[in-house]
């Protein structure tokens, strides 16, 4: 079986898996409990745990109790080590993580087949940590589930959103992770992420920008499909790393979404 290894394991979140399982488990004891049944796609941050990992569990935490609804994970995060045109899939059969191994779903290469903006390469994921560090969180939540992990560069929202609708059934969960701004002073940046949430919350993709989200591309997309979808979003965080962790002069927003 070919396994894409962790790469930001005791870096980005403890690479011990006792300790990786009650640090996630904390985090979504933390989060507010959401009403209503389990959203049909979520975004939330991928900075290192210490500085985004209360805000994921605001995200995650609304699948308390989904593991017998989804099936798979439709996984978008952006390419931060390559540049790449369009959304890349690796050749791996399996992505590993200190909790275990996921299995990506062999038939998502030929849902995806002919479009052109698909293409598989495995020098997308072999660094990045943008989907890497959601998968503890789901691996706790959700049991087994077939993953396809998706990392996107250079697409544009009807590409994404084409990708989605290929793939998004009702039996499969939408995950784009995306941090938000980066390096503003504390209250520059809550203004600034504040106006993305508003975009984000009111479904314009279109309204978000270059500095707005390092995760802009696929999170764009997604607020299209949404959209034709009928879907509505509702905010469950928003707080940078100046309330978690990180000093106020230069901070990195963070933002939790649910869509159904």
Do not use: K
């Not at 904390?26 to 959203?39: E, I």
């Not at 200190?98 to 903006?117: E, M």
């Amino acid at each position: 079986m070919r396994v894409r290894p962790p790469a930001v394991a005791g870096s980005f979140y403890p690479d011990d898996p006792v300790l990786l399982a009650g640090t996630v488990d904390g985090y979504l004891a933390d989060a507010p409990r959401r009403a209503g049944a389990p959203p049909r796609a979520l975004v939330a941050p991928h900075a290192g745990y210490v500085y985004s990992g209360p805000v994921a569990g605001s995200a995650f935490g609304t699948l308390r109790g989904a593991a017998e609804r989804f099936r798979r994970v439709l996984l978008l995060g952006p390419s931060h080590y390559v540049a790449i045109a369009g959304l890349a899939l690796p050749t791996a059969e399996a992505f590993e993580t200190p909790l275990g191994r996921v299995a990506l779903d062999p038939s998502a290469r030929s849902a995806l087949a002919g479009l052109p903006q698909v293409a598989v390469a495995d020098a997308p994921h072999a660094r990045e940590h943008s989907l890497e560090v959601e998968l503890p969180f789901l691996q706790r939540l959700l049991g087994a589930f077939l993953l396809v992990p998706l990392a996107v560069g250079d697409a544009t929202d009807e590409e994404v959103a084409q990708v989605l609708d290929r793939l998004a059934d009702d039996a499969t969960l939408v995950v784009v992770s995306t941090d938000l701004s980066h390096y503003l002073p504390y209250e520059a940046a809550r203004r600034a992420d504040r106006r993305t949430s508003d975009a984000i919350e009111t479904l314009r993709p279109e309204a978000i920008g270059e500095l707005d989200a390092c995760g802009r591309v696929p999170l764009r997309g997604l607020l299209r499909w949404a959209r034709a979808r009928g879907l509505a979003c509702e905010r469950l965080d928003l707080r940078n790393s100046g309330d978690t962790a990180g000093p106020p002069e230069r901070v990195v927003g963070y933002g939790a979404y649910a869509f159904a």
